[in-house]
């Protein structure tokens, strides 16, 4: 950064407590959002899950969906291999349309996990995947983005590095995540290689791999097993990666290409209808649920085709659209219907469920930026998601990664954390020593439990601000998005890498220093 705007004292506290794991910084992370100086572990829900779907109904879509599996086939496109594969499994494939037989795909997903571990290169940041266990990662997939000098514009690697760094320094973040902006400076085909870097060089924290060609996942298996081992790699699962089904109703050649790399090496597919309701899927919540069972019957189950037991979840990514533009809406009452009846399906299925984030349409990170990104999460949150991916940074739509929403949304990730924490019924939690202390017509303010839990009792934000107007104007009147442009720009200022073996990065820079002086540049 250009600006110094962090003090030395400052610098130097947030690098001592970075490593921490008690002390003054570990009390500021659990009252709030917090800085850069610890990281809070994946959420493990003590809330109850909240649904929408009686029996009936859920048996009803469920129905739904083995009709269109067996009546109407998901296509699997400029794919011999997979059209041979389920013609062995007994579906009946009429050209690229694949036709099941009612419960092939429920009978083949038996195999594959309810819960797995992803393993981070820092044992202390792997993740579960299922159960009650929800994990955040970033925004994933913006071309442009919206940076801290207010201009919308093309992504950079440094954006891309940058929106890592600041990842791993957020607590309430607990996964790196994937494409968190495409660097667009970067050849195509190399590119790959400089975001798989980045995400183990800048942080310790689970990644995903690329899917947008066989053969780069098939370099991002390469590079991942330079930093765990070979045998670890194909024995555990250090990659949960996005593959989207062509909805409606079709898996095509470069999605299934990455699905079968990954799977054949024992790493994560989140198998995900892309659905914009209205458009490619019908209007209807219970249509587009059933549409959604089927698409994800029909790739999950292919993973087990592949390799029997290799992970998968889940996936649905929800939105509606505006009948009069067409354009996507975020936000709105249909698609947290959809999230929450899905994830009533995905635990019948006895899968891992993704869905949901911080999603919003606003150009900016405004008031309807907010009210629709908290629309969204707090359904993710509430339906039971295990995966949430967009969870900091989305603005646009999706088209733009936003350094001032990053910030302002793990503010909110970490209240939603501390929601997910329930209520405290231990003998602390009761309180009874404060009320007999205080009792009737004094207040607790001075109290013994008061005095012993005040630090930590409530959620205090990094964002909002509470001070009375007079102190607001005599600190510059500053917005919520100005706070948090001066926030990210301190984090920036302060980071530091995590450790990395010297000859694993070595051999990580050797292998792709190897591929891309074997091919040219690309940039379509």
Known sequence: MTENLVTD???????????????????RAARSGGGPGTQLTYIKRQINVYEVLNEEGLALIEKNADTVLEEIGIEFRDDAEALQLWKEAGCDVKGERVHFPKGLCRSLLKTAPSVYTQHARNSERSVQIGGNATVFAPVYGPPFVRDLDGNRRYATIEDFRNFVKLAYMAPSIHHSGGTVCEPVDVPVNKRHLDMIYSHIKYSDKPFMGSVTAPERAEDTI??????????FVENNTVLTSLINANSPMVFDETMLGALKVYARHNQACIVTPFILAGAMSPVTVAGTLTQVLAEVLAGASFTQLIRPGAPVLFGTFASSISMQSGAPTFG???????????????RRLGLPFRTGGSLCASKVPDAQAAYESANTLNSTILAGTNFVLHSAGWLEGGL???????????????????????????????????????GPGSHYLGCDHTQANFQTAFYRS?????????????????????????LARRWLESYEAPYLDPSIDDGLKDFIGAKKASMPDAFT
Not at 14 to 27: D, E, I, L, T
Not at 332 to 346: H, K, R
Not at 463 to 476: T, V
């Open 9 to 27: 004292q400052e610098a130097s506290n947030a690098r001592r407590g970075r490593g921490a794991s008690g002390g003054a910084a570990a009390r």
């Open 222 to 231: 390469a590079m991942a097993k330079i930093v765990f081992g070979d045998d």
């Open 332 to 346: 709105t009452p249909e698609p947290s219907l959809v999230s929450y009846g899905a994830a009533q399906l995905a």
């Open 400 to 438: 733009a990664s936003c350094y001032e929403k990053f910030m302002m949304d793990i503010d909110q990730l970490g209240m939603t954390q501390r929601l997910s924490e329930g209520v405290d019924l231990s003998e602390n939690g009761q309180a009874m020593d404060a009320i007999r202390q205080v």
């Open 462 to 486: 990094s964002i909002a601000d509470n001070n009375s107007y007079e102190q607001w104007l005599a600190e510059g009147q500053k917005t919520a998005p100005q706070r948090a442009n001066d």
